[in-house]
Each structure stands twice: as C-alpha cells, then as structure tokens.
C-alpha cells in the first residue's frame, strides 16, 4: 500500500485555522485529493493536487510537495460546520485506484 | 446531475445469512468502485469497474463477497454468506475518466449491521 498516515483528531475554536498534514510512502502517484466526511455521510470531494504547490478554494487550500511526501489541508475561518472527518486520498496509477488515509477528525468548539 | 444511488440505506442480518447491494452510478461515469468503510477506518476498495470489466479486485475476499456490473451501468455487490466482521458502511462510488484526474462521487452507502 501507500502507508497514507494522518493524524486521528485534532480540535480547533471557530474563526481560527487549521492544518491537516497527509504523509505517505510511494515513489509516484498520478494525484492527491481531500476529501470531508460528515458523520453518517458519504465522503464529499474538497480538493486535488496534481503538482507540487497551493490549491485554494475559498476557506480551503491544499498543498501538494512530492519531495518531502506530504500534503496539508489548511481550513480557514473555521465554522461549526466543519466538524467532519477529513480524508487523504492517493491515485497511485492511471487506472483511479483511490487509496485513503484512515482519515482526520475535526471538532470545532465554539 | 442525479448523484449516485445506493439501496438500501440499512440492513440487518444476521452471520452466515447473505445480503445484497445495488448501485446505480452517474450517468456517462465509465468507472465504479465499491468501497468498504468500517467505523473509524477509511474507505478500503474493494472491486473497480471500468465499463463492465473489473479492473481491480485484489481486496475483495472473494470466496464471500461477488460483484457484477453486467451492462456497464448499475451494479450490486453480493455478500454471502456474511460474517461478523463484514458489518461496516459499503460505499459505492463512481468517476468520469477513472484516469486518475477526476474525483469520485460517492452515494449515500449501505450501513450493514452483522448480528
């Protein structure tokens, strides 16, 4: 497998940041998403990198570096929302064979 | 766009009892994959199509679990007979390309409780 580690939970106050790191062992992949997972819920799409740098979607950003083998979440303005579950995922191949981290849990306290 | 759908939402059974999934995909999504998620764990795949050939089914414990995607389209993952440890949330989930570039989508999941 892709060894895909993150952290199990981590706690945060509303309006403050975030940040989720994904580290894992594989020498190439085709690309690395984000996914949020409410309680009960399916896994919703958040973002995707392909190259090394930030992707930023309005209070979400991701940040990709296939050198050091890592990739972070930054969640911003935290809302109580955003309680949810977030998940690494990897695409070792060209075939879209997803491969996901167990996940982070995010609580957000008011 | 219609996203994807799964049926039934829950199931019961009990051990040794087999049990039934379907799945119908987005529409013009070439590739579907069933995925197994048990409680505090991230989801582990078990079966990828593309069209209606299997592409991967390396995880999936076949002497119990089958799966068919006969059309190409709709899809439905078999359990039997099923075990204890099977009780988790079965997730399918479908992609445009299946090349790597496009997200998937995944539908609401079946929760299945082995007792």
């Known amino acids: 497998g892709q060894n895909i580690d993150q952290p199990t939970e981590m706690t945060a106050t509303e309006g403050a940041i975030v940040q989720i790191n994904c580290t894992y062992q594989?020498?190439?992949?085709?690309?690395l998403f984000w996914y949020q997972q409410h309680a009960g819920e399916a896994p919703t799409f958040l973002s995707y990198n392909v190259l090394d740098g930030l992707e930023e979607k309005g209070r979400f950003s991701s940040f990709l570096s296939r050198s050091k083998g890592y990739s972070y979440l930054l969640l911003k303005e935290l809302q109580m929302k955003d309680s949810a579950s977030y998940l690494c995922a990897l695409v070792p191949d060209s075939w879209g064979k997803f491969q996901f981290g167990a996940g982070t849990q995010v609580v957000v306290t008011p | 766009e219609a996203g994807v759908a799964q049926s039934p939402r829950y199931k019961i059974i009990e051990k040794r009892q087999s049990v039934a999934f379907w799945c119908n995909p987005i529409?013009?999504?070439?590739?579907l994959y069933w995925y197994q998620q048990i409680l505090g764990q991230g989801p582990k795949l078990l079966i990828q199509f593309q069209n209606n050939g299997v592409v991967d089914d390396s995880q999936l414990p076949k002497d119990r679990f089958s799966a068919e995607r006969l059309k190409g389209v709709d899809s439905t993952l078999k359990i039997q007979p099923a075990k204890l440890e099977d009780s988790a949330v079965y997730l399918c989930?479908?992609?445009?390309?299946?090349?790597?570039?496009?997200?998937?989508?995944f539908g609401n999941g079946t929760r299945l409780t082995v007792t």
């Open positions: 594989t020498s190439g992949f085709n690309g």
């Open positions: 989930a479908s992609s445009y390309e299946g090349q790597g570039g496009s997200p998937l989508h």
């Open positions: 529409s013009g999504h070439a590739t």
